[in-house]
T-cell receptor, first 114, second 115 residues
Framework: GDSVTQMEGPVTLSEEAFLTINCTYTATGYPSLFWYVQYPGEGLQLLLKATKADDKGSNKGFEATYRKETTSFHLEKGSVQVSDSAVYFCALIPGSGGYNKLIFGAGTRLAVHP | NAGVMQNPRHLVRRRGQEARLRCSPMKGHSHVYWYRQLPEEGLKFMVYLQKENIIDESGMPKERFSAEFPKEGPSILRIQQVVRGDSAAYFC?????????????FGPGTRLTVT
């Protein structure tokens, strides 16, 4: 079945460091891909999305490119801030018959230190 | 425009009791989804509903769990005879009508603790 695999955390960085969180997927058809962020004690917020191959989603300095050839959707940010500390989830909606059911990775916890 | 509302935010139940979790979708949204997040894990899909219809319940446990989204009022996730393993955060999401709908808007979640 469809699935999402993310790099395990926690990821610990100093402020202004470069961030990469790897995400790969397995899916039939052409899924839509998402990154969600969860701050402590809160629900999930959509960070960015890409709905077809080679699309780049971007928001708040974060970027991810839909790579069909490598089935990947890695999250990057050039300079992280303490306020970026959160759990990041990669997710997909299957391309066919998925009824918009989001399939999530296990999440990657990011801790940014001053 | 208010976001997705869930209540209660925290719920404590003893083993064997019933838990009722409520979700009010965003205004104009007619699709509701329930997800469960076990400690230190990602979210797992449970059920997808439209008004008065269950569209996909493939993620719902076969026993003790049920969901509804009536014509009027919030969506309800009901867990009968709760057990310790039901302790989790339950998130509701909503999306507007029409296909395809790529974006789901999440509520703050209900954290259920079974003692």
């Amino acid at each position: 079945g469809d699935s999402v695999t993310q790099m395990e955390g926690p990821v610990t960085l100093s402020e202004e460091a470069f961030l990469t969180i790897n995400c790969t997927y397995t899916a039939t058809g052409y899924p839509s891909l998402f990154w969600y962020v969860q701050y402590p004690g809160e629900g999930l917020q959509l960070l960015l999305k890409a709905t077809k191959a080679d699309d780049k989603g971007s928001n708040k300095g974060f970027e991810a490119t839909y790579r069909k050839e490598t089935t990947s959707f890695h999250l990057e940010k050039g300079s992280v801030q303490v306020s970026d500390s959160a759990v990041y989830f990669c997710a997909l909606i299957p391309g066919s018959g998925g009824y918009n059911k989001l399939i999530f990775g296990a999440g990657t916890r990011l801790a940014v230190h001053p | 425009n208010a976001g997705v509302m869930q209540n209660p935010r925290h719920l404590v139940r003893r083993r064997g009791q019933e838990a009722r979790l409520r979700c009010s979708p965003m205004k104009g949204h007619s699709h509701v989804y329930w997800y469960r997040q076990l400690p230190e894990e990602g979210l797992k899909f449970m059920v997808y509903l439209q008004k008065e219809n269950i569209i996909d319940e493939s993620g719902m446990p076969k026993e003790r769990f049920s969901a509804e989204f009536p014509k009027e009022g919030p969506s309800i996730l009901r867990i009968q005879q709760v057990v310790r393993g039901d302790s989790a955060a339950y998130f509701c999401a909503s999306s507007p009508p029409g296909q395809p709908t790529y974006e789901q808007y999440f509520g703050p979640g209900t954290r259920l603790t079974v003692t």
